[in-house]
């Protein structure tokens, strides 16, 4: 009985998660639509979303690298000096190249 009771909380909990997740996505859509007056749908803001977890995962990573850090008057990255920044670029460019298999050497 209590296996029953387990699986099927897991059921209710799992069917509120979509309940609720739909309601998100309808309430973002409308808000868009009233306060923008721009038609958009679902696959919008999911788009946005994968773009901005990227963008913040990036943002992250180098902030966590020494030589970055956060400008809170600007509201910006800041880089100590232009020899951390090429450096960062450099190292980018040859973890692309690898992962890619285009790495020369």
């Known amino acids: 009985m209590l296996r029953n009771l387990y699986q099927g909380s897991n059921i209710y909990c799992y069917n509120s998660l979509r309940l609720t997740i739909k309601n998100v996505y309808t309430a973002a859509i409308k808000n868009v639509r009233e306060k923008c007056g721009v038609n958009i749908a679902?696959?919008?803001i999911e788009s946005r979303s994968k773009t901005f977890d990227?963008?913040?995962n990036i943002i992250n990573g180098m902030?966590?690298?020494s030589g970055f850090g956060w400008d809170w008057e600007r509201n910006k990255l800041s880089?100590?000096?232009e020899?951390?920044?090429e450096s960062y670029v450099e190292?980018?460019?040859d973890s692309s190249l690898e992962r890619r298999g285009r790495r020369e050497g």
């Open 42 to 44: 679902k696959g919008n």
């Open 79 to 81: 880089i100590d000096s």
């Open 63 to 65: 902030l966590s690298s």
């Open 91 to 93: 190292g980018e460019v």
């Open 83 to 85: 020899s951390v920044w």
């Open 54 to 56: 990227k963008h913040y």
